[in-house]
């Protein structure tokens, strides 16, 4: 029996596996790089270890480290999460080596599986079907796609088109892939556009019982990482259904598997081909607990325990939608910085990784939590989905919630018209619909709701007259206004047809023509913004200061960082000539390259920074001359 199981990763994963040990009496471990020290993961175990240091190399890809933690924390047992060493077989042998219990695949199944190259021979072998591989140094077709043999999660990816990109890219593919997986094979496969990605959950115990529990459509994806998840997909075929299930149990039973997997498959139509075999834990997996009705941790540990499964999985039940929440803007560039709220309402399931105060470093991934409906229908989940995603308080960093409510609210998606596409230019998406317009005038409500609630807030810290009102005079000479970088309200005298029913900091409630909306309004030492809440959605205002300190003025056409990051390379010298769309530099951030182009054509007037400079968010990198006509 394991009586103190250590979990050798972070956040979201390491709590979700915590919530099950505490269901079963298992003590838990976590560990954690300083810039973890205060995550809820570390804090939340009942014992903790710090891996000294921030980078994954050096803490949560350090086996001899986590090695000595369960020695040091006295764990009988390692559950490895996904993502780091989860499906590093010389890890889960050095976990059974030192006598531990390890909750995962046999080492020998996860390397018949680490590399994908070896891994399309066996699944041929199995019966499986597979796309063919192409020759690197000179493929017969495009557009293709170059894969990273190791690991997964998009990293070690790109998409050819011709034949002129194929070297820059591959290289590409193969220094994230280094820098990920620590494993810089690639191999290349012919693009099979426009197609789903559907996956199979197996889950095999140690007596020869292998379980599908049905398929998962994870099509919706930015960058090759999956955005919005659900369970069952809605637009394949009975017929195609069962033969993904056999093909992934037939997958599963090649390679001696023990425990929990996913296949993954594309599927065009009655087209069906192997991708990879996850041997771990998936992000997803929320899903089909959700509607299979079962904790897939507890069944981690129980067939790690040597339990023996039922003869067969339960029935399906009804439909979940999961949809990953990432702090990353519109571009999809992860954000860092401290989340002040993190509060998301609703008849969901919310596993996370932060929590209201956490702060986003530069050095994992930028996944905040995962959101996840359930309903008797796919329409029911749906709904409680976007009825969620809206009235979440997200507040000090952007996120991708906007983008999410879109798809689980665009047609295209409601009618299950996905695919690996969906996110592309010219894909299923819809253009985004106009809002449902408010009632005329109602677009300045939430800069007027916040304009009131700083005004009750003076007063409320007024120490002379507090039982004034705000910017009373004997005889006014002008309104009282409000100004903010994104609108310039006034609120005394209030707009034609607007009521004040309260008013206060942190609430302000306003009618206008008989509707009344209740906007919630927050703000935070060292943040200067205002955000407001209501139904109307969410909006972030930046007060202009009265007395605007002096500010410093880059150059006309520098080049700023987006994010922290390491500067993975320099592509040009001070006084090459560079055009529109050229990369200039590529910056490493949260394990992944990140391009920075040349916004216009001009020479490069001044490189400010070198190979592997560490740089924080809006540092100048280079500035770039433009040409003039």
């Known amino acids: ?189 012919p693009l099979l556009e426009a197609a789903r990605h559907v996956e199979v959950q197996v889950l095999a115990d140690g007596h020869g019982t292998v379980w599908a529990l049905g398929e998962r459509e994870c099509s919706v994806q930015r960058r090759h990482q999956k955005v919005v998840e659900e369970c069952p997909s809605p637009g394949i075929s009975e017929r195609t259904r069962e033969l993904l299930c056999a093909a992934a149990v037939r997958a599963a039973r090649r390679i001696g598997y023990v425990g929990a997997g996913t296949v993954e498959f594309l599927v065009k139509g009655e087209r069906v081909a192997f991708l990879e075999m996850n041997t771990r834990l998936q992000v997803e997996h929320p899903v089909t607990e959700l509607v299979f009705g079962v904790d897939l941790v507890r069944l981690q540990l129980e067939v790690a325990e040597g339990a023996a499964l039922p003869s067969g999985p339960p029935a399906p039940r009804g439909h979940a939608i999961e949809a990953r929440l990432y702090a990353e803007d519109a571009a999809y560039v992860p954000q860092t910085g401290v989340l002040r709220r993190f509060e998301v309402p609703g008849d969901v399931r919310v596993d996370s990784g932060v929590e209201s105060g956490s702060r986003v470093s530069p050095h994992y991934d930028a996944m905040l939590a995962k959101i996840v409906a359930y309903g008797a229908t796919r329409a029911e989940a749906a709904r409680k989905l976007a009825a969620s995603l809206r009235g979440a308080r997200l507040h000090g960093l952007t996120t991708n919630r906007d983008l999410l409510l879109e798809i689980v609210t665009d047609q295209a998606f409601l009618a299950g018209e996905t695919n690996t596409a969906f996110l592309s230019p010219g894909g299923p998406l819809s253009p985004p619909s106009p809002p449902s317009s408010p009632p005329s005038g109602d677009s300045g409500l939430p800069a007027l709701a916040a304009a009131l609630a700083m005004a009750a807030g003076r007063r409320r810290e007024a120490t002379v007259l507090a039982g004034l009102p705000g910017g009373w005079r004997n005889v006014r000479s002008q309104p009282a206004r409000a100004r903010f970088e994104e609108a310039d309200v006034v609120y005394d005298p209030l707009p034609a047809g607007v009521t004040v029913v309260s008013a206060r900091p942190e609430e302000v409630v306003l009618e206008r023509d008989g509707l009344r909306r209740t906007f919630q309004v927050a703000r935070y030492d060292g943040d200067e913004r205002v955000y407001v809440d209501s139904s109307m959605g969410a909006a972030v205002l930046t007060p202009v200061p009265r007395l605007p300190e002096p500010v410093e003025h880059v150059a006309p056409g520098s080049l700023l960082a987006p994010m922290p990051g390491s500067v993975l390379r320099v592509e040009v010298a001070e006084g090459d000539t560079v055009a529109r769309g050229q990369p200039v530099l590529v910056l490493e951030a949260m394990k992944m390259e990140h391009r920075i182009a040349a916004p216009a054509g001009g020479v490069v007037s001044d490189v400010r920074v070198e190979k592997g400079q560490q740089v924080e968010a809006g540092a100048v990198l280079a500035i770039i001359q433009e040409e003039t006509t």
Do not use: Q
């Open 1 to 189: 029996m394991i009586t103190r199981l250590l979990v050798a990763n972070r956040g979201e994963i390491a709590r979700r596996v915590f919530r099950t040990c505490r269901s079963l009496g298992v003590s838990t471990v976590a560990v954690f790089s300083d810039a973890d020290s205060g995550a809820p993961h570390a804090r939340e175990a009942d014992l903790a270890v710090r891996l000294p240091g921030a980078h994954p190399a050096e803490t949560y890809l350090a086996v001899d480290r986590i090695i000595e933690a369960c020695r040091v924390s006295g764990a009988d047992a390692v559950h490895p999460g996904y993502g780091f060493l989860s499906e590093n077989a010389a890890f889960a042998r050095a976990v059974l080596d030192a006598g531990l219990t390890w909750v995962g695949p046999p080492p020998e199944a996860i390397e018949a599986m680490g590399s994908k190259i070896a891994a399309k021979r066996l699944m041929v072998e199995a019966g499986v079907p597979v796309l063919p591989s192409l020759d690197l140094a000179a493929p017969d077709e495009f557009p293709l796609l170059v894969k990273a043999s190791a690991g997964g999660g998009g990293r070690g990816m790109r998409i050819v088109r011709h034949a002129g990109e194929l070297a820059a890219e591959v290289e590409s593919a193969r220094r994230e892939a280094e820098a990920a997986f620590g494993d810089g094979a690639v191999f290349a496969e």
